[in-house]
T-cell receptor, first 111, second 114 residues
Framework: QQPVQSPQAVILREGEDAVINCSSS?????VHWYRQKHGEAPVFLMI?????EQKGHDKISASFNEKKQQSSLYLTASQLSYSGTYFC???FGAGSYQLTFGKGTKLSVIP | NAGVTQTPKFQVLKTGQSMTLQCAQD?????MYWYRQDPGMGLRLIYY???????DKGEVPNGYNVSRLNKREFSLRLESAAPSQTSVYFC?????????????FGPGTRLLVL
C-alpha cells in the first residue's frame, strides 16, 4: 500500500522552511527520500533505516518515527535549487526488494 | 562511469505494436528494477531482478515481460502495446536489497502509444 505524502504541493520563497510528511498504514522498516526535477530522473537524498534516526544533507534533513509509522523531510532556508517533486519510498515488507512510493510533493521555490 | 543508461529516450507506438526498452548499468549492481511513472501516481514497480538470473513481478506487471540478460542489462518488453501503457519508464539499480540500499535511476524512456 502506497505511503501517503502531505502536502501535495507547496510554494516557498527563497529562505523559507518547509516540512514534507510521509505516513504509512503499515509498519515501516525503512524510508527512502528522493527528489525529481522536471523531466529528469529521481535522485536519491537519504535513507532512514531505524526508528528515531535522523539524517541531514546540507540544509535538508529527515526524521523517522517508527511508532507513528511516519517520516518527515525538513528543508530549511530553501534555495531555488530545491524546487522539484519529493518522493518517499517504503519497502513492502522487512527485507523486501520492492519499494512503494508515495505520489509525491511538488515543491516550488520562488525568488 | 555512465551509471544507468536507457534506450530509447522517446518512442511512439501504435496500439498492438511491440517494443523492448533497454537498460544497462556499469556499477556492478546486483539488483535492477523497472518502474513506470504516470502523472499524479508516483513511481510504480513493474518488475525487478534481485540478482542475475532471477526476475519477479512488482506492483503492475500485466502487459510486460522482462529479461535479465546478464548482470549489467535488464530489458522490458511490451508484446502488444496499449494506450494505457503510455507513460515514462525508469530503470533503476541498487547494490543489494532494495529496501536498504540506494536506488540509482536512469534518465527514463518516454513512451506514447496511439
Amino acid at each position: 500500500q502506497q505511503p501517503v505524502q502531505s502536502p501535495q504541493a507547496v510554494i516557498l520563497r527563497e529562505g523559507e522552511d518547509a516540512v514534507i510528511n510521509c505516513s504509512s498504514s503499515k509498519a515501516l522498516y525503512s524510508v527512502h527520500w528522493y527528489r525529481q526535477k522536471h523531466g529528469e530522473a529521481p535522485v536519491f537524498l537519504m535513507i532512514l533505516l531505524k526508528g528515531g534516526e535522523q539524517k541531514g544533507h546540507d540544509k535538508i534533513s529527515a526524521s523517522f518515527n517508527e511508532k507513528k509509522q511516519q517520516s518527515s523531510l525538513y528543508l530549511t532556508a530553501s534555495q531555488l535549487s530545491y524546487s522539484g517533486t519529493y518522493f518517499c519510498g517504503t519497502p513492502f515488507g522487512a527485507g523486501s526488494y520492492q519499494l512503494t512510493f508515495g505520489k509525491g510533493t511538488k515543491l516550488s521555490v520562488i525568488p | 562511469n555512465a551509471g544507468v543508461t536507457q534506450t530509447p529516450k522517446f518512442q511512439v507506438l501504435k496500439t498492438g505494436q511491440s517494443m523492448t526498452l533497454q537498460c544497462a548499468q556499469d556499477m556492478n549492481h546486483n539488483s535492477m528494477y523497472w518502474y513506470r511513472q504516470d502523472p499524479g501516481m508516483g513511481l510504480r514497480l513493474i518488475y525487478y531482478s534481485a540478482s542475475e538470473g532471477t526476475t519477479d513481478k512488482g506492483e503492475v506487471p500485466n502487459g510486460y515481460n522482462v529479461s535479465r540478460l546478464n548482470k549489467r542489462e535488464f530489458s522490458l518488453r511490451l508484446e502488444s502495446a496499449a494506450p494505457s501503457q503510455t507513460s515514462v519508464y525508469f530503470c533503476a539499480s541498487s547494490a543489494g536489497t532494495g529496501s536498504q540500499e540506494t536506488q540509482y535511476f536512469g534518465p527514463g524512456t518516454r513512451l506514447l502509444v496511439l
